[in-house]
């Protein structure tokens, strides 16, 4: 176990990298502490893979360092890098048994044969597959391959991180749960530090303490995933993350007030910055309607089950806003009202506003 | 309830018709012909089983199967390790893979008759640059007219040039197919580059594989052409295959009733050991 410091990591595909826009990750100065549960969340192809990749060992970054403690393992080999990682597909060996399987990374290692079975054991009864031992491994379900393959990584208890690159992909819907609660449990039993790479949302507030979320080669904004949802650092964050997403508004900062559509919004502090065009920044469960809100008409509505998502249109400017209760009809002239202390503002994508305790 | 539609049946009669007459039809013409005996005129007496108890106590029919049997066992052992080596080491990314490709797929495209012909020219001494180069001037003995070792070398070697392609491109498919999370696993894990071959490459060959040794060895086990036009089954009798045999007797000596059993038996015998293989190879998917 360790705890990983990546320092001013930079990595291009390409072999002389030009601009900025030639690297799959820009600048990434990151520490996560040892035993900790992190998910790196981003779109398909923000760098999170090549990141992960970097870490395990898999690919060498075109700059900057990876430390595990103290030490650094930036021109290290996987296999000594002490790690483990779960693959998007179940990665099994076909021929051989679960025993064998789970057996095969302490054999490679020259581990004596009664502390593999110890181990195995161990580890199969913490994954419930101990009934599943002497059964071929091709022979099981997705769900079942996919816990094998974390069990090989979980076997070695030498292992400074453990890495799941999207790991419920080909897992169906009602099993995801299951494993993802599973996961979560091997992480509070064996405290090895997990990092886990997806772009579903859920998997990773339900699973990391701390989120770091990704956008095009950058980290926007490492939290919880409380604070990724209360305040974004930036409007990309605010989008990924939440369903709907935030609303962005475009507005215009004038003589100190934000304005949308002409009208003035209460913010929940001060803008920084001069005057010019920002977005505002406001997530549908802080949007409501009633009297004296900012004239819009109600356009489509979408019952989503316990609440609806009412869609409506300040002149020309989409609003979505999540109302549980009455809902206004379609077509029917509303007031939107913004919760002052959950309405920000953004400029360039970033969060120019400051919070008032 | 479920209604059975007999219309289907009409779908498949086309096919049925077409494997009658390029297989049933004279397959049993062969079946005829091989409980018979006929002096021509169209003059036919039953003669039961005699000519298969002949065929199968004959040592001509021996010394070919043994021949023959030796002939398919040595290019499986040299053509299956070493297409898997040659997919191995072949690109799995970049410019190379299409040039590799097509360097691999030649020897396959010539016409069989054509291969024997060019390793005829190639390897007689005085005239063939092998044959020249070997006798000339390194010095040592080879004449695969005169010599059975030579001949058998040279039979061989042959059919390697012409089918490891076969091996090597069935055995690539299967490499290709592989997901990178394996080797990467792998890595992580710890395996050598044997456990890689052993655990990864060789079950997920698996598949084509058994098809490669399949067809090498159906095709291996029928051949003609190529030795034919090659040696003639000389010198003497010892690169006599089944299948040159067999033309001997049917149309050298016109023994139709004789030659019409060994084809029987010939097909009995390819039928039996590819069903025996395929049966084997595949019972652990089954389970």
Same mark, same amino acid.
């Given at each position: 176990? @360790?705890?990983?410091?990546?320092?001013?990591?930079?990595?291009?595909?390409?072999?002389?990298?030009?601009?900025?826009?030639?690297?799959?990750?820009?600048?990434?100065?990151? +520490?996560?502490?040892? %035993?900790?549960?992190?998910?790196?969340?981003?779109?398909?192809?923000?760098?999170?893979?090549?990141?992960?990749?970097?870490?395990?060992?898999?690919?060498?970054?075109?700059?900057?360092?990876?430390?595990?403690?103290?030490?650094?393992?930036?021109?290290?080999?996987?296999?000594? !890098?002490?790690?483990?990682?779960?693959?998007?597909?179940?990665?099994?060996?076909?021929?051989?048994?679960?025993?064998?399987?789970?057996?095969?990374?302490?054999?490679?290692?020259?581990? %004596?044969?009664?502390? $593999?079975?110890?181990?195995?054991?161990?580890?199969?009864?913490?994954?419930?597959?101990?009934?599943?031992?002497? +059964? !071929?491994?091709?022979?099981?379900?997705?769900?079942?391959?996919?816990?094998?393959?974390?069990?090989?990584?979980?076997?070695?208890?030498?292992?400074?991180?453990?890495?799941?690159?999207?790991?419920?992909?080909?897992?169906?819907?009602?099993?995801?749960?299951?494993?993802?609660?599973?996961?979560?449990?091997?992480?509070?039993?064996?405290?090895?530090?997990?990092?886990?790479?997806?772009?579903?949302?859920?998997?990773?507030? +339900?699973?990391?303490?701390?989120?770091?979320?990704?956008?095009?080669?950058?980290?926007?904004? $490492?939290?919880?995933?409380?604070?990724?949802?209360?305040?974004? @650092?930036? +409007?990309?964050?605010?989008?990924?993350?939440?369903?709907?997403?935030?609303?962005?508004?475009?507005?215009?900062?004038?003589?100190?007030?934000?304005?949308?559509?002409?009208?003035?919004?209460?913010?929940?502090?001060?803008?920084?910055?001069?005057?010019?065009?920002?977005?505002?920044?406001? !997530?549908?469960?802080?949007?409501?309607?009633?009297?004296?809100?900012?004239?819009?008409?109600?356009?489509?509505?979408?019952?989503?089950?316990?609440?609806?998502?009412?869609?409506?249109?300040?002149? *020309?400017?989409?609003?979505?806003?999540? $109302?549980?209760? *009455?809902?206004?009809?379609?077509?029917?002239?509303?007031?939107?009202?913004?919760?002052?202390?959950?309405?920000? @503002?953004? !400029?360039?994508?970033?969060?120019?506003?400051?919070?008032?305790? | 309830?479920?209604?059975?539609?007999?219309?289907?049946?009409?779908?498949?009669?086309?096919?049925?018709?077409?494997?009658?007459?390029?297989?049933?039809?004279?397959?049993?013409?062969?079946?005829?012909?091989?409980?018979?005996?006929?002096?021509?005129?169209?003059?036919?007496?039953?003669?039961?089983?005699?000519?298969?108890?002949?065929?199968?106590?004959?040592?001509?029919?021996?010394?070919?199967?043994?021949?023959?049997?030796?002939?398919?066992?040595?290019?499986?052992?040299?053509?299956?390790?070493?297409?898997?080596?040659?997919?191995?080491?072949?690109? /799995?990314?970049?410019?190379?893979?299409?040039?590799?490709?097509?360097?691999?797929?030649?020897?396959?495209?010539?016409?069989?008759?054509?291969?024997?012909?060019?390793?005829?020219?190639?390897?007689?001494?005085?005239?063939?640059?092998?044959?020249?180069?070997?006798?000339?001037?390194?010095?040592?003995?080879?004449?695969?007219?005169?010599?059975?070792?030579?001949?058998?070398?040279?039979?061989?070697?042959?059919?390697?040039?012409?089918?490891?392609?076969?091996?090597?491109?069935?055995?690539?498919?299967?490499?290709?197919?592989?997901?990178?999370?394996?080797?990467?696993?792998?890595?992580?894990?710890?395996?050598?580059?044997?456990?890689?071959? /052993?655990?990864?490459?060789?079950?997920?060959?698996?598949?084509?594989?058994?098809?490669?040794?399949?067809? /090498?060895?159906?095709?291996?086990?029928?051949?003609?052409?190529?030795?034919?036009?090659?040696?003639?089954?000389?010198?003497?009798?010892?690169?006599?295959?089944?299948?040159?045999?067999?033309?001997?007797?049917?149309?050298?000596?016109?023994?139709?009733?004789?030659?019409?059993?060994?084809?029987?038996?010939?097909?009995?015998?390819?039928?039996?050991?590819?069903?025996?293989?395929?049966?084997?190879?595949?019972?652990?998917?089954?389970?």
């Amino acid at each position: 176990m @360790a705890r990983i410091t990546l320092s001013n990591l930079r990595h291009s595909y390409y072999r002389n990298p030009k601009g900025p826009d030639d690297f799959a990750l820009k600048e990434i100065d990151v +520490t996560w502490e040892d %035993g900790g549960a992190y998910a790196l969340l981003g779109p398909s192809g923000c760098g999170k893979s090549t990141l992960l990749n970097i870490i395990s060992g898999l690919l060498t970054p075109s700059e900057g360092r990876v430390l595990f403690d103290d030490k650094d393992v930036t021109n290290l080999p996987p296999d000594q !890098r002490n790690i483990a990682q779960v693959f998007q597909f179940p990665v099994i060996y076909d021929t051989m048994t679960v025993y064998d399987n789970l057996a095969f990374p302490l054999k490679n290692r020259g581990v %004596g044969a009664s502390q $593999i079975d110890s181990r195995v054991q161990a580890i199969a009864e913490m994954l419930d597959v101990t009934d599943m031992l002497s +059964t !071929r491994a091709a022979h099981l379900s997705p769900d079942n391959k996919q816990k094998i393959s974390m069990g090989r990584g979980l076997v070695r208890d030498d292992v400074n991180v453990v890495m799941f690159d999207e790991p419920l992909t080909v897992i169906d819907p009602h099993l995801k749960w299951k494993l993802r609660s599973k996961l979560k449990e091997l992480h509070q039993r064996v405290r090895a530090t997990m990092i886990y790479v997806t772009h579903d949302q859920t998997e990773a507030l +339900t699973f990391a303490d701390q989120v770091v979320v990704m956008q095009e080669g950058e980290v926007v904004q $490492i939290g919880t995933p409380i604070e990724l949802f209360d305040r974004p @650092a930036h +409007t990309f964050v605010g989008h990924f993350i939440g369903s709907p997403g935030m609303n962005i508004l475009a507005g215009e900062l004038k003589d100190g007030g934000a304005f949308l559509n002409g009208h003035n919004v209460a913010l929940e502090g001060p803008v920084s910055g001069t005057d010019g065009a920002i977005e505002i920044g406001v !997530r549908p469960e802080f949007v409501e309607f009633g009297p004296g809100g900012l004239p819009a008409r109600v356009t489509n509505i979408a019952d989503v089950g316990r609440h609806n998502v009412v869609e409506a249109r300040i002149g *020309d400017i989409p609003i979505k806003a999540k $109302i549980e209760g *009455d809902i206004p009809e379609v077509g029917s002239e509303v007031g939107v009202i913004l919760k002052q202390d959950q309405t920000r @503002a953004y !400029r360039g994508g970033w969060l120019a506003t400051e919070a008032q305790s | 309830m479920k209604t059975e539609n007999q219309k289907a049946w009409f779908f498949v009669l086309p096919v049925l018709f077409l494997v009658a007459f390029n297989a049933l039809v004279p397959m049993m013409t062969v079946v005829n012909y091989s409980v018979q005996e006929t002096f021509g005129d169209n003059l036919f007496f039953w003669q039961g089983l005699d000519w298969f108890e002949q065929i199968l106590r004959s040592d001509r029919f021996h010394a070919a199967l043994g021949r023959q049997f030796l002939f398919t066992f040595m290019i499986l052992i040299i053509e299956v390790p070493l297409g898997i080596i040659i997919a191995l080491s072949m690109p /799995r990314k970049g410019p190379w893979v299409p040039v590799c490709l097509v360097l691999m797929a030649l020897p396959m495209l010539i016409p069989w008759n054509v291969v024997g012909a060019m390793w005829n020219i190639f390897t007689l001494p005085k005239i063939g640059l092998l044959g020249y180069l070997m006798n000339d001037t390194l010095g040592i003995t080879y004449d695969m007219t005169q010599d059975p070792l030579a001949a058998w070398i040279t039979i061989i070697v042959m059919d390697v040039w012409h089918w490891t392609s076969l091996v090597v491109l069935l055995s690539y498919a299967g490499l290709v197919s592989i997901p990178d999370a394996y080797y990467q696993a792998a890595k992580i894990d710890g395996a050598s580059p044997w456990g890689v071959f /052993r655990y990864i490459q060789l079950p997920k060959m698996k598949t084509v594989l058994t098809i490669a040794i399949l067809l /090498r060895f159906m095709d291996s086990f029928n051949i003609y052409t190529e030795p034919f036009v090659l040696t003639g089954g000389g010198p003497g009798n010892s690169t006599t295959l089944l299948s040159i045999d067999l033309v001997k007797i049917a149309l050298g000596q016109f023994d139709l009733g004789p030659a019409a059993a060994m084809s029987l038996i010939y097909f009995a015998i390819t039928l039996l050991v590819s069903w025996v293989f395929y049966t084997l190879m595949t019972k652990d998917d089954a389970k």
